[in-house]
C-alpha cells in the first residue's frame, strides 16, 4: 500500500510539476531601444538621422517684447507664433543632434531705433554664439485672406541655396501651405541677410490672415511636422 501511496506521489509530481515545465517555451530575448540619450522620439522624429557635423544653428524668431509684429482680434500675436515655432524648430534639430542657440526664447528682447539696428544686434547674438547657420522666422499679414503661402529669403550662396530647395521640397511633403518661391537675388533688401560670413535663411512662413496658414502655424502637431521637416533638409544638406 505504501508503495501504492508513494508511485500516486511521483505520478502527480511529474503531471503537475515536470510536464508544464517541458512544454513552456523559452522567452525571447527582450530587444534594447538603440536610442539611449534620453531623447523623446515621436512619430514625426523616429526616422531622423543624427548629424555629424554638430554645427551651431541659431534661430531668430522675429519680434518680440514691445514689437508684437501682426496682430488681429482672436488670435495670437505674430511674436507668439515665430516664438512658439522657434521652439518646435529648435528641438527637434537638437534631437538631431544639431547645437540650438537662439536670440530669444522668451519675450525680453531689446530693440533699436529702425530695423537695421535691430537685425544687426540679432546677428551679432548668433555670431558670440558662435553659430554656423542662422535661422530667422517671420509671419505675413494680407488683408486678403486668401493670400496664403511661405517664401524663402537667402544669400547668394550656392550650398545654402540648396539647403532652402530641400526645405521647400520637406514643406511640400508634409502639404504645408503653398511656396511661394525662393529668392537669394534680393538679400540685399534684409539686414538680417547683410552679414555674408554668416549663412542665414529667412522664412516666411506664412500668413496668420490666412485662416488655413494660421492653423498649421498654430497647431501643435503641425509645428511639429514644420520641425521635422526643417531637421530633415539640414541632415540632408549640413550632417
Do not use: W
Not at 511521483?10 to 510536464?19: E, R
Not at 514691445?66 to 527637434?92: M, P, S
Not at 488655413?212 to 502637431?221: A, L, P
Amino acid at each position: 500500500m505504501n508503495k501504492t501511496y508513494f508511485y500516486i506521489i511521483i505520478a502527480l509530481f511529474l503531471a503537475l510539476v515536470v510536464q508544464p515545465n517541458i512544454s513552456v517555451k523559452p522567452k525571447e530575448s527582450v530587444r534594447i531601444p538603440e536610442n539611449q540619450d534620453g531623447t523623446i522620439m515621436t512619430n514625426d522624429t523616429v526616422d531622423l538621422k543624427t548629424s555629424e557635423s554638430k554645427s551651431v544653428i541659431c534661430i531668430d524668431p522675429a519680434y518680440g517684447g514691445a514689437n508684437v509684429g501682426f496682430v488681429e482680434e482672436g488670435k495670437k500675436d505674430a511674436k507668439d507664433i515665430t516664438l512658439e515655432l522657434a521652439l518646435v524648430i529648435g528641438q527637434t534639430l537638437e534631437q538631431s543632434g544639431y547645437t540650438v542657440v537662439y536670440t530669444r526664447t522668451d519675450d525680453n528682447i531689446s530693440f533699436y531705433n529702425n530695423e537695421e539696428e535691430n537685425e544687426n544686434y540679432r546677428i551679432n547674438i548668433a555670431k558670440d554664439q558662435n553659430a554656423d547657420y542662422l535661422l530667422h522666422l517671420e509671419v505675413n499679414y494680407n488683408r486678403d485672406t486668401l493670400e496664403k503661402g511661405y517664401t524663402i529669403f537667402t544669400q547668394p550662396n550656392d550650398d545654402i541655396i540648396d539647403l532652402c530647395n530641400v526645405i521647400a521640397q520637406e514643406f511640400m511633403k508634409i502639404n504645408y501651405s503653398e511656396f511661394k518661391g525662393l529668392d537669394s537675388d534680393h538679400y540685399g533688401n534684409f539686414p538680417v541677410l547683410a552679414d555674408s560670413d554668416l549663412p542665414t535663411i529667412s522664412i516666411e512662413l506664412g500668413y496668420m490672415s490666412n485662416p488655413s496658414d494660421y492653423t498649421q502655424m498654430t497647431n501643435e502637431e503641425y509645428q511639429k511636422k514644420i520641425g521635422s521637416a526643417i531637421a530633415k533638409a539640414f541632415l540632408q544638406e549640413i550632417n
